[in-house]
Every structure is written in structure tokens, then in C-alpha cells.
């Protein structure tokens, strides 16, 4: 395991990052401490979850029903905030919980209740009645627990909103955050180049002071690159390192549990490396993806194929092939494609799968130019599109061709010349200008990266991390953090992405450029404009 502690070293030459980048700490010395005792510990994940640790479920009911329901639905910081500072929703004052304001007496309307002692707090919880015996506001659940689980919640509720209520991570003077990349096995250079660009912007953040007064500690676990690996370095960071949030981690295809386990916990991701990131409906609340994945720039470039088919295929109806390699990772992609060629009425003459690696080239070489195809939507690898793309050259059918730069990348510099010209690729990244380069270079203290794509990747995510403290202020919480990253609207985090973040929305970029190719620099020119795909079908 790697640890990299960003400060005030300047990262512009080699040497420098060369000190960053090995410097090793142990783990005692970078570990964060709890300053709650275990029992208000297992009390804070009562109050923030509606749950703890023990099997036994905690359960609330409202006091205009009869039906218990399992307590998560009613968790205590919904309403009354994390740090117990209360809310004002809909007219209705829902109260602070701090011990200040519970062990003084409250004067409200029509009514004065005594001071609150643990009795009769556990009295409020269960029976839904104020030290005084009024029965509280018809919307405060009654809650049904364990007495440990009552004990817990009480001892963490002497403590709430107070110096040491603080979340894993955050201290006085730092705050540790981590990320969960490939540091050995194939992906090992884009471990090594997303850690240099994120260490280079916590250290240039603490050379200016940190954040409230916070310098910025970054640790790194392992993930090999794989899905395994990837949610068993994300569970050390979390549950060992005790980190505040994850940026930056690599996220693999076929990585379900990562995400989950994140919501489980109540970590915040921010700007996971997903190349075609999954997003439920609801989201997970807890992971903020920055651009748009490859089902909805398939859906871009059939949207660009309708409404330009005269001009790329000289056919207002033209004939399309639906090219795609059969793994699961592709799955949504593929029928998301379907159904937005359907919704356009365009006619799909060739929908074919074909093993990675083994594309039965011939074969469709024939189909291809048995039904007349004018388009080809490719969903797979550059290696094999370069093999269909060579065959056809050879019997002299050129198609255009449409991919993502995802997943064809440095490929189309190979094509058949004859190809160069008719080939289309979808990204949710501008190509790199000279200043992007120039600013990863200084981030990273190195000339070249071999990574640039997943490097700026990475500077976004931290840039958005950052920004996203700012906002939330002296008084940092993960649910604060949260808070302030549903407030960014258009907010440019470098390399000219702009995010917008909602209670609802976790991906920060939806619009997709379309670039064409040349034989003449620059290679890659845009298209289209920046797109969001037409509604869904």
C-alpha cells in the first residue's frame, strides 16, 4: 500500500514528484482517531442511518398509523440535520437536538416543557411525548429499539453537534481522503498518473493554506484494476484508513459492489474513473460521476446520424449495422442504441454480436455488403474494428463508422486512409488542448503522461472535490459535502467541463461532442456541438 501525504512540496520537476510519490507512512501515523467513545459511536449510526451494527432491525412508527416500518425510512439527521441543528421544512419547524437546546427548558407555542433528561428523552423517542408529557408534533415517529440500541443513541446524543462529533477523516488541521486505484497488474500506469495529477492539486491547495485552515492528506489502496480488487481496497480505506471521502477511484467494468457498499457506509465518491458509468434510478446519492457513459453517447450519434443522413450517406433512409461485442459490460449500451434508432425509424439491416478478440471477419464482411450497409455503429473494441475496418478496405466498402473514443482510442490513427475521413467519434471529454497538457505537466512534475485521458479525468474530480469543501465550509460534514456538490450548476472544474450536480442528479455532464478525423493536424475535430441525447424513447 501506498501513502501519499500532499504538502507544501512543489511538484515542478521530477525529483519532486519522485519524493511525493514514494514517500511511505505508516498507518499509525496517518490513522484518524475517533474522538467518540464506541457506544456514541454505534449512537451515531443510529441516529444518521436509522440503523446500527447489531442484527436486531430498529423500527419507527408514525403516530397517525399502526404500521411499524424499518427505521431507515426515518432517520433522526433526516430532519433534524446531521449536527442536530434542525430544519425548517414546509412551514413546519422541526427542532434542534443539540444538548445545549435539550438540557434547557423550551418555551413554544401555547406551552413551556422542562429540561430534557435521559429519561425522558427516551421517553420522546419511544412514546413520542416531550419532558413535560405534551405529546410532540404529529410528524415525529415513535421508534422501537434494544435497550444497548437506546443506550447508544443517548450517549451519542450527549455528544451531538459538539467539537468531537465529527465524521472519520476530519480533524482540526486535516482532512484524509483516499482513492482505491490500480497500483500493480496491467492498469498500473493509470494508478500511477491519476495519483501524481490528484497529489498534485491537494498539495498545491495546501502550499496555499488548505481549506479552513485543513491541509488535504491523500492515501492510496491498491485495486489492481479489477472489480474484486477494487471494492476491497475502497473497503480499507474506508473501515481501516477511516477516510472522509473517496476521489478519484478507478472504477473497472463489472464494479457493482463498490458503489453499494458506499451507500451502505455513507462515503462519498466523487468523480469515479468510469468509462461508461451505470446510474440507478433513484441514484445512489453517495456517487457523483462527472461524464456521460457510452449508453448516451451511442444515443448522441444516432441522434447526429438522423438528423445528418443525407450528408454523411447521400440517403435520407440509410442503412445501418449494429456491430456489437457481446460481454456484459456492453448490454446497456447496445439495446439503448436499439431503441434510439427505432425511435428515430431508422432501419437496422445487420444486428450482430461477435465474441472479444474473435470477430469472425469474413463472414461479416459478406453481410455487410449483401445488405448495402451506409452505416456501422460499433460497439467494441478498437483492436477489432481495425481488423473489419482492413477487410473492408480490401473488397473496397466504406461505410461510415461510428464508435466512442473510449473504446476505439488511438486505433483510428491506423485505419485505412480511405477510412480516416468517415469515421465519427463520441466522447465526454474535449480532445486535450496545449494549456491542458501545459497544467497536467505542473500538476504532475512530468513532461509526458501515458494516461492523459484518465489524468484529467482525475483533475476534475479533485478540482470538484475541492471546490465542493470550500462550499461547505468550517463546519464539514460528509452530508455537508454532499450538500455543497448538489449546489454546482455549470460549475467548470477544469479541462472545460462544466458539472451540475441535484438532489436527483448525479452526473455532473449529460452532453456528448461528436469528432470527425483527418489526415492533416489536428488529427481530431469536433463535428457536432455539445449534445445531450433527444429524450428517451
Same mark, same amino acid.
Request: hydrophobic letters at 40%.
Given at each position: 500500500?501506498?501513502? *501519499?501525504? @500532499?504538502?507544501?512540496?512543489?511538484?515542478?520537476?521530477?525529483? =519532486?514528484?519522485?519524493?511525493?510519490?514514494?514517500?511511505?507512512v505508516?498507518?499509525? @501515523?496517518?490513522?484518524?482517531?475517533?474522538?467518540?467513545?464506541?457506544?456514541?459511536?454505534?449512537?451515531?449510526?443510529?441516529?444518521?442511518?436509522?440503523?446500527?451494527?447489531?442484527?436486531?432491525?430498529?423500527?419507527? +412508527?408514525? +403516530?397517525?398509523s399502526?404500521?411499524?416500518?424499518?427505521?431507515?425510512?426515518?432517520?433522526?439527521?433526516?430532519?433534524?440535520?446531521?449536527?442536530?441543528?434542525?430544519?425548517?421544512?414546509?412551514g413546519?419547524?422541526?427542532?434542534?437536538?443539540?444538548?445545549?437546546? !435539550?438540557?434547557?427548558?423550551?418555551?413554544?407555542?401555547?406551552?413551556?416543557r422542562?429540561?430534557?433528561?435521559?429519561?425522558t428523552?427516551?421517553?420522546?423517542i419511544?412514546?413520542? %411525548?416531550?419532558?413535560?408529557?405534551?405529546?410532540?408534533q404529529?410528524a415525529?415517529?415513535?421508534?422501537?429499539?434494544?435497550?444497548?440500541?437506546?443506550?447508544?443513541?443517548?450517549?451519542y446524543?450527549r455528544?451531538?453537534?459538539?467539537?468531537?462529533?465529527?465524521?472519520?477523516?476530519?480533524?482540526?488541521?486535516?482532512?484524509?481522503?483516499?482513492?482505491?486505484?490500480?497500483?500493480?497488474?496491467?492498469?498500473?500506469?493509470?494508478?500511477?498518473?491519476?495519483s501524481?495529477?490528484?497529489?498534485? !492539486?491537494?498539495?498545491?491547495?495546501?502550499?496555499?493554506?488548505g481549506?479552513?485552515?485543513?491541509?488535504?492528506?491523500?492515501?492510496?489502496?491498491?485495486?489492481?484494476?479489477?472489480?474484486?480488487?477494487?471494492?476491497?481496497?475502497?473497503?480499507?480505506?474506508?473501515e481501516?484508513?477511516?477516510?472522509?471521502?473517496?476521489?478519484?477511484?478507478f472504477s473497472?467494468?463489472?464494479?457493482?459492489?463498490?458503489?453499494?457498499?458506499?451507500?451502505?457506509?455513507?462515503v462519498? !465518491? *466523487?468523480?469515479p474513473?468510469?468509462?461508461?458509468p451505470?446510474?440507478?434510478?433513484p441514484?445512489?446519492?453517495?456517487v457523483?460521476?462527472?461524464?456521460?457513459?457510452f449508453?448516451?453517447?451511442?444515443?448522441?450519434?444516432?441522434?447526429?446520424?438522423?438528423?445528418?443522413?443525407?450528408?454523411?450517406?447521400?440517403?435520407?433512409?440509410?442503412?445501418?449495422?449494429?456491430?456489437?461485442?457481446?460481454?456484459?459490460?456492453?448490454?446497456?449500451?447496445?439495446?439503448s442504441?436499439?431503441?434510439?434508432?427505432a425511435?428515430?425509424?431508422?432501419?437496422?439491416?445487420?444486428?450482430?454480436?461477435?465474441?472479444?478478440?474473435?470477430?469472425?471477419?469474413?463472414?461479416?464482411?459478406?453481410?455487410?455488403?449483401?445488405?448495402?450497409?451506409?452505416?456501422?455503429?460499433?460497439?467494441?473494441?478498437?483492436?477489432?474494428?481495425?481488423?473489419l475496418?482492413?477487410?473492408l478496405?480490401?473488397?473496397?466498402?466504406?461505410? *461510415?463508422l461510428?464508435?466512442?473514443?473510449?473504446?476505439?482510442?488511438?486505433?483510428?490513427?491506423?485505419?485505412?486512409?480511405?477510412?480516416r475521413?468517415?469515421?465519427y467519434?463520441?466522447?465526454?471529454?474535449?480532445?486535450?488542448?496545449?494549456?491542458?497538457?501545459?497544467?497536467?505537466?505542473?500538476?504532475?512534475?512530468?513532461?509526458?503522461?501515458?494516461s492523459?485521458?484518465?489524468?484529467?479525468?482525475?483533475?476534475?474530480?479533485?478540482?470538484?472535490?475541492?471546490?465542493?469543501?470550500k462550499? =461547505?465550509?468550517?463546519?464539514?460534514s %460528509?452530508?455537508?459535502?454532499?450538500?455543497?456538490?448538489?449546489?454546482?450548476?455549470?460549475?467548470d472544474?477544469?479541462?472545460?467541463?462544466?458539472?451540475s450536480?441535484?438532489?436527483?442528479?448525479?452526473?455532473g455532464?449529460?452532453?456528448?461532442l461528436?469528432?470527425?478525423?483527418?489526415?492533416?493536424?489536428?488529427m481530431?475535430?469536433?463535428?457536432?456541438?455539445?449534445?445531450?441525447?433527444?429524450?428517451?424513447?
Amino acid at each position: 500500500m501506498i501513502r *501519499i501525504m @500532499a504538502s507544501s512540496v512543489h511538484l515542478l520537476s521530477r525529483l =519532486a514528484l519522485l519524493i511525493l510519490m514514494v514517500l511511505t507512512v505508516s498507518a499509525s @501515523a496517518l490513522a484518524w482517531t475517533d474522538p467518540l467513545t464506541p457506544g456514541a459511536r454505534a449512537g451515531r449510526m443510529i441516529y444518521q442511518r436509522g440503523a446500527g451494527e447489531e442484527m436486531d432491525p430498529i423500527e419507527a +412508527q408514525s +403516530q397517525e398509523s399502526d404500521v411499524w416500518l424499518p427505521a431507515t425510512l426515518f432517520r433522526c439527521a433526516q430532519c433534524h440535520g446531521a449536527r442536530g441543528e434542525g430544519s425548517q421544512e414546509g412551514g413546519l419547524r422541526v427542532p434542534p437536538l443539540t444538548p445545549a437546546v !435539550l438540557r434547557s427548558s423550551d418555551s413554544g407555542p401555547g406551552r413551556r416543557r422542562r429540561p430534557y433528561t435521559d429519561e425522558t428523552l427516551l421517553r420522546a423517542i419511544t412514546e413520542g %411525548r416531550d419532558a413535560s408529557g405534551n405529546r410532540l408534533q404529529p410528524a415525529m415517529p415513535r421508534y422501537r429499539m434494544t435497550t444497548a440500541q437506546s443506550t447508544a443513541l443517548l450517549a451519542y446524543m450527549r455528544e451531538l453537534g459538539g467539537d468531537a462529533d465529527v465524521d472519520p477523516g476530519i480533524a482540526s488541521d486535516s482532512i484524509t481522503v483516499g482513492a482505491a486505484l490500480p497500483r500493480s497488474g496491467p492498469l498500473a500506469q493509470i494508478g500511477r498518473d491519476v495519483s501524481a495529477t490528484l497529489a498534485g !492539486l491537494f498539495a498545491s491547495m495546501n502550499d496555499r493554506g488548505g481549506i479552513y485552515g485543513r491541509r488535504v492528506i491523500f492515501v492510496t489502496e491498491d485495486s489492481q484494476g479489477e472489480p474484486n480488487g477494487t471494492v476491497e481496497a475502497t473497503r480499507l480505506l474506508v473501515e481501516r484508513d477511516k477516510v472522509f471521502a473517496l476521489v478519484g477511484n478507478f472504477s473497472p467494468s463489472g464494479d457493482e459492489r463498490t458503489g453499494a457498499f458506499l451507500q451502505q457506509q455513507q462515503v462519498p !465518491l *466523487i468523480g469515479p474513473l468510469a468509462l461508461s458509468p451505470k446510474i440507478s434510478d433513484p441514484p445512489n446519492p453517495y456517487v457523483f460521476y462527472s461524464l456521460p457513459g457510452f449508453a448516451l453517447q451511442f444515443r448522441v450519434l444516432i441522434d447526429l446520424l438522423a438528423g445528418r443522413a443525407s450528408e454523411l450517406v447521400g440517403s435520407a433512409q440509410p442503412r445501418v449495422a449494429v456491430i456489437h461485442a457481446q460481454a456484459s459490460v456492453n448490454d446497456e449500451t447496445h439495446q439503448s442504441a436499439l431503441a434510439q434508432a427505432a425511435r428515430h425509424g431508422l432501419t437496422v439491416v445487420l444486428n450482430e454480436g461477435y465474441p472479444i478478440g474473435r470477430l469472425a471477419v469474413q463472414p461479416l464482411v459478406t453481410q455487410i455488403k449483401v445488405q448495402r450497409v451506409d452505416a456501422i455503429l460499433w460497439i467494441g473494441e478498437g483492436e477489432d474494428l481495425l481488423v473489419l475496418a482492413r477487410a473492408l478496405a480490401r473488397e473496397r466498402i466504406f461505410p *461510415i463508422l461510428f464508435g466512442a473514443v473510449g473504446m476505439v482510442g488511438g486505433r483510428v490513427a491506423q485505419l485505412p486512409p480511405e477510412f480516416r475521413s468517415k469515421v465519427y467519434l463520441a466522447t465526454g471529454l474535449p480532445p486535450p488542448t496545449a494549456k491542458d497538457i501545459a497544467r497536467l505537466a505542473a500538476l504532475t512534475g512530468q513532461d509526458t503522461l501515458a494516461s492523459v485521458g484518465y489524468a484529467r479525468m482525475a483533475q476534475i474530480a479533485g478540482v470538484a472535490f475541492l471546490e465542493a469543501l470550500k462550499r =461547505a465550509g468550517r463546519d464539514l460534514s %460528509r452530508l455537508a459535502l454532499i450538500g455543497s456538490l448538489e449546489t454546482f450548476a455549470n460549475q467548470d472544474e477544469g479541462a472545460g467541463i462544466p458539472l451540475s450536480f441535484g438532489p436527483g442528479r448525479r452526473l455532473g455532464h449529460d452532453r456528448v461532442l461528436v469528432l470527425g478525423f483527418s489526415d492533416d493536424p489536428p488529427m481530431a475535430v469536433p463535428y457536432s456541438d455539445w449534445t445531450a441525447p433527444k429524450s428517451r424513447p
